[in-house]
Nanobody, 123 residues
Framework: QVQLVESGGGLVQAGGSLRLSCAAS????????VGWFRQAPGMEQEFVAA????????YYGDSVKGRATTSRDNAENTVYLQISSLKPEDTAVYSC????????????????WGQGTQVTVSS
């Protein structure tokens, strides 16, 4: 079993940027695609980004496309998500997850999840 731990969330002003980290507890994380999802209060969980195991392929949700970059350091068992030009509507709990199978844009395709990190964007 693998544990995923997100960090880097916090309070930021609109227009600012944040870099979130997702650290895996076990070796072998490099074998897996990793996704990022977010959930705002009262909203459905939303796909944000995903990255292939080598980092050569990335995928972004429409709401962050052009503002987000996901990357990874497999030597450190860590995946990153940077979002710039933050907006109040980016406020949510951001979670990373290990991809298992299926559509990378679908939360049902992921098996292990972190506990999430809160991002709050003030206007």
């Amino acid at each position: 079993q693998v544990q995923l731990v997100e960090s880097g969330g916090g309070l930021v002003q609109a227009g600012g940027s944040l870099r979130l980290s997702c650290a895996a507890s076990r070796r072998g994380f490099w074998r897996y695609y990793v996704g990022w999802f977010r959930q705002a209060p009262g909203m459905e969980q939303e796909f944000v980004a995903a990255i292939s195991n080598t980092g050569s392929n990335t995928y972004y949700g429409d709401s962050v496309k052009g503002r987000a970059t996901t990357s990874r350091d497999n030597a450190e068992n860590t995946v990153y998500l940077q979002i710039s030009s933050l907006k109040p509507e980016d406020t949510a709990v951001y979670s990373c997850a290990r991809y298992k199978t299926g559509n990378v844009y679908s939360r049902g395709s992921y098996d292990y999840w972190g506990q999430g990190t809160q991002v709050t964007v003030s206007s």
